[in-house]
């Protein structure tokens, strides 16, 4: 039966002789991948997600360019702080030319006197077919404002530029050139005294641009499998300079054998002052001359399925170097590289067993003040350099994910995943008694088991259970006492099912972590500390009742129970400092220092007509926590605060031919909050509109 | 019958390729490569400093948290925020405290105007008008003192951690606790 199932869907390619043939073909391939793979078990590790932004941006799907000049699109929102977003586009773009006119404003006020303020107003007009080609010429701008407001302080800083731009297309590679003169004004004085107006707190700085960029992100050259792109801009402003160099490749080619290549690298640098920021509170100083040079390269050979199986292989490496070449006194220069190296396979969806899995391998540096030698570090003789050179770290990360599913007759489904990550920091760095002490090891090693029952779209049940080995391991002398495991259980039920009308839901699980210290003198005597200990206990059901086409009633009931404490182990008790009557109390028990209960009620009555949808809601919501009192050997409750939560809310969202409108007011009622009784308390709103005429 | 021969070539390679699958599995779990390092250096018991003076805070609003250190301080899903600048999670915010403490062993800091906090959801207190005061002193450079506001999020997670903070420097352009 088995034979069958495969031989008559996956396999019936088999039929076509040539790829009969393939196997002798491309048997060292497959042999060559499969060792690579066993090699680098005991090597490396990583997942089983192939990166997507190795792929090439799909060309073929058709774009609808709105004809509509117009375009309004604003968000507003207010609960715990105030935020707005709002932009008005037009744009008129036909046969002659381009105009197009941005507005945009952004605000977010978090309410205890500091606030942030955005005003754009960029714009372009280009006339198309100069001298009767494709090139297009014109003027752009960029006007944009950005306050800064504190209690006692802020800051008012405006940009102008404004130039030609050219567009032109050679072998139907786009290239822009643009150019144009530079403003840059400010007021750093805006306290409470000096006032927005006064003119004696006003600077400004002319200075000057240009830009080149060849190609973009999604344009192939040649109609070939490649995107190619860079980009150079400059810009001075009152002397001081910065030039951004940017530049990314993208390849993808498919080989005879049916296998494809990926290759993606990206390079960016930037060298110069930052234009403009505040430096201080009567200042108006520039950032320090910084040089940033980034560079990241990814290689990866994804093969066309062979025995069921598709696998890929991938590699990748970035650099980072940051450099202040004039005030190197600051000691923040640094240099990150990172490798990785991963292997993937994935079986064909449809079969009978279903596979993906992967493993990945990442070693990375980090390489603070990198420009100075050893012998520079260590005749520091205020010892700086050596503090800030033993932040130095090596990391090592190993991931591997395997995933695989039976699935038998009647809708069942077993599956099985293991998740392993390992994480390992070492400092290679070591002067006298200065030592980092946070080298580490975190390793987490998953087993999850589940069976899913489906039948058709009427009813799903899952039932799983994890089991988890957790390591954090510290090695040095002052931190290798909080070194622990966690052994780490779940087990949970998913269920969804429609009853007529009536569509059930319900998401449980309960979950136990026990922990245990790797040196467990450190935990005892004076300093006794027994390992954490902790339970949950987790309920969500809904159920939705569909009356007709128009009405919906939802009703959501979500309930946690939690405890946290300490498990008691015999080998943290230590007799000469424990009591009898403490050491019979507690010892090889679980000891639950606190206990909470979590519950909210939710239903929602929802109506719909033609394009209008209002929902009309409550939502009761209740915490509650108690500690174990050690004196008098019993819980209590503890005041968190918190009281009942009531909170009404209603949302109307219409859709129209041009757009939609959203809205939401909603109320919160705590009994233990004293503003209650105040009317302009405790509501938050939300607007949204996006619209085009 | 040459077809058939080759069609049980190709299953019995399934069957390989299955088995090399599962070989690896084993081999995942049983090389070592997911089992910790065991270098320990033995313990000793030592007191680590709250530099940042964090504690401070806690005992303000009245929910003290025994000090032990920065990754029992902060929850796993904490995030910093500079109002000016970016965001930063967990790991990479210890490490910028972490070198801070590094580059100077003289800063000072000192936090005032701790309100009451307000109550949110799931038991969340969030401490709206936290001022700071940063003495920078390492000798080296000039003395350098920033002052600004913080807004902190607490949660309950067997002990007070600290979920959320934003900050809102009053003069630096960027946040001194995030300054890359």
């Not at chain 1, 060309?59 to 977003?85: G, Q, R, V, Y």
């Not at chain 1, 909170?647 to 859709?655: F, H, K, L, N």
Request: charged residues 25%; aromatic residues 14%.
């Amino acid at each position: 039966m088995k034979l069958k199932s495969q031989t008559g869907n996956g396999y019936s390619i088999i039929t076509n002789r040539s790829i009969v043939r393939f196997f002798s073909r491309y048997a060292g391939f497959i042999v060559v991948f499969e060792l690579l793979l066993i090699f680098c078990t005991s090597l490396f590790a990583q997942s089983n997600v192939w990166p997507e932004y190795l792929s090439l941006p799909d060309t073929t799907a058709a774009t609808t360019a709105s004809t509509e000049p117009f375009h309004i699109k604003s968000i507003f929102l207010t609960d715990d702080i105030l935020k707005s977003n709002n932009s008005i586009t037009y744009v008129r773009d036909n046969n002659d030319y381009l105009f197009e006119q941005h507005l945009d404003y952004n605000v977010t006020n978090y309410l205890n006197g500091v606030q942030n303020h955005y005003a754009g107003l960029s714009g372009v007009y280009k006339r198309n077919n100069i001298f009767n080609t494709t090139a297009t010429l014109g003027i752009d701008w960029t006007p944009e404002m950005y306050y800064y407001k504190s209690e006692n302080t802020g800051d008012l800083q405006g940009q102008f530029d404004i130039g030609p731009v050219f567009n032109y297309s050679v072998w139907k590679i786009p290239v822009l050139i643009r150019a144009g003169g530079s403003a840059f004004g400010w007021n750093d004085k805006l306290d409470r005294t000096s006032g927005l107006l006064k003119r004696d707190n006003y600077d400004a700085l002319p200075g000057y641009y240009g830009e080149v960029t060849i190609g973009d992100s999604v344009k192939r050259w040649f109609n070939l499998p490649l995107i190619f792109n860079v980009d150079v801009l400059g810009k001075e402003i009152g002397g001081k300079g910065l030039g951004v160099v940017t530049s990314s490749l993208k390849a993808a080619f498919s080989l005879q054998s049916g296998d494809s290549i990926f290759f993606h690298a990206g390079d960016s640098l930037s060298n110069g002052k930052k234009l403009y920021d505040a430096g201080s509170s009567t200042l108006y100083s520039t950032t320090p001359w910084k040089i940033e040079h980034k560079l990241a390269l990814s290689g990866a050979l994804r093969g066309k399925e062979r025995f069921n199986i598709r696998p890929a292989v991938l590699y990748n490496f970035s650099l980072k170097d940051i450099s202040y070449p004039v005030l190197s006194s600051l000691l923040d220069d640094v240099r990150v590289t990172e490798n990785g190296f991963g292997i993937q396979a994935v079986t064909a969806e449809g079969h009978r067993l279903t596979y993906s899995g992967g493993i990945s391998f990442r070693w990375n540096t980090t390489d603070r003040i990198y420009k100075e030698t050893d012998a520079q570090i260590n005749s520091d003789e205020s010892k700086r350099k050596q503090s800030v050179n033993l932040g130095d770290f090596e990391e090592y990360i190993a991931s591997t994910d395997h995933d695989v599913s039976l699935h038998l007759p009647h809708g069942i489904t077993l599956n099985y995943q293991l998740h392993c990550y390992r994480n390992s920091q070492s400092y290679p760095y070591k002067y006298d008694t200065l030592v980092n002490q946070e080298e580490n090891d975190q390793v987490r090693n998953l087993n999850h088991a589940g069976i899913l029952y489906t039948r058709d779209s009427v009813a799903a049940f899952e039932l799983y259970g994890e089991l988890a080995k957790k390591y954090l391991y510290y090695y040095r002398k002052t931190a290798s006492g909080k070194s622990m495991t966690s052994d780490y259980y779940k087990v949970g039920i998913n269920t969804d099912c429609n009853i007529k009308k009536v569509r059930v839901t319900e998401t449980f699980f309960a979950t136990a972590e026990k922990s245990d210290y790797k040196f467990k003198s450190v935990h005892k005597g004076d300093n006794f500390s027994p390992p954490p200990y902790n339970r949950r206990l987790s309920s969500a059901l809904s159920i939705v009742w569909t009356l007709n086409d128009m009405w919906t009633i939802t009703g959501k009931w979500n309930e946690t129970y939690s405890d946290d404490g300490k498990w008691y182990g015999e080998e943290y008790f230590d007799r000469l400092y424990q009591s009898d009557s403490i050491y019979n109390l507690y010892h090889g028990t679980y000891g639950i220092e606190t206990k909470s209960m979590n519950y909210s009620l939710q239903m929602i009555v929802s109506w719909t007509f033609n394009q209008l949808l209002i929902n009309a809601g409550f939502l009761f919501r209740d915490n509650s926590m108690e500690e174990y009192d050690i004196v008098e050997l019993r819980f209590k409750q503890r005041n968190t605060g918190d009281g009942h939560v009531s909170e009404p809310s209603i949302e109307a969202g219409y859709q129209f031919s041009k757009g939609y409108i959203k809205m939401k007011v909603g109320r919160k009622f705590n009994s233990n909050d004293s503003d209650n009784d105040k009317f302009s308390k405790k509501w938050n709103f939300g607007l949204g509109v996006e619209t085009a005429f | 019958m040459l077809l058939n021969k080759k069609m049980m070539y190709m299953h019995n390679g399934i069957k390989l390729v299955r088995g090399k699958i599962a070989l690896l599995l084993l081999l995942s779990l049983s090389c070592g490569i997911f089992q910790p390092r065991d270098t320990f250096e033995l313990p000793v018991v030592t007191v680590v400093v709250d530099r940042f003076n964090f504690g401070s805070i806690f005992d303000s609003i009245g929910r003290p948290i025994v000090w032990k250190d920065y990754e029992t301080l902060f929850a796993d899903s904490f995030s910093f925020s500079d109002a000016r600048t970016g965001t930063y999670g967990k790991t990479k915010f210890i490490e910028n405290l972490r070198q801070m403490e590094r580059k100077n062993e003289r800063f000072k800091i000192t936090w005032s105007n701790i309100e009451k906090p307000t109550e949110g959801e799931m038991s969340r207190l969030t401490i709206n008008e936290l001022r700071y005061t940063f003495i920078d002193d390492t000798g080296a450079v000039e003395k350098k003192i920033e002052t600004g506001k913080s807004r902190m999020v607490i949660v309950r997670d067997n002990t007070y951690k600290l979920i959320a903070w934003d900050d809102f420097p009053e003069m630096a352009a960027k946040s001194i606790f995030a300054p890359e």
